[in-house]
């Protein structure tokens, strides 16, 4: 039996920050702290969006796309009504 042995993906790093900086921001929200995290969803899923664009993954550019505009759609909401 052959063992498949794969390549990582470039840019892993800055997925793996993103993915923090979401997780910070799940923290923030489960806390209460209005409107911090939305900055900080903005912040991690623009950053894998931007990432996941680069490693050509359709699925998850459409998924962070939509959550990080999903956020600022709420953000501009709050500063203009």
Same mark, same amino acid.
């Given at each position: +039996?052959?063992?498949?042995?794969?390549?990582?993906?470039?840019?892993?790093?800055?997925?793996?920050?993103? %993915?923090?900086?979401?997780?910070?921001?799940?923290? %923030?929200?489960?806390?209460? *702290?209005?409107? +911090?995290?939305?900055?900080? *969803?903005? !912040?991690?899923?623009?950053?894998?969006? !931007? !990432?996941?664009?680069?490693?050509?993954?359709?699925?998850? !550019?459409?998924?962070? %796309?939509?959550?990080?505009?999903?956020?600022?759609?709420?953000?501009?909401?709050?500063?203009?009504?």
């Amino acid at each position: +039996m052959k063992k498949i042995k794969l390549k990582p993906k470039p840019y892993q790093i800055w997925a793996w920050c993103f %993915t923090i900086t979401i997780l910070a921001g799940a923290l %923030t929200a489960a806390l209460g *702290f209005y409107p +911090m995290y939305c900055y900080i *969803f903005l !912040v991690g899923n623009g950053g894998l969006a !931007v !990432v996941s664009w680069l490693w050509n993954e359709k699925s998850l !550019v459409a998924l962070n %796309t939509g959550l990080a505009s999903i956020y600022l759609i709420g953000l501009i909401n709050l500063y203009f009504n």
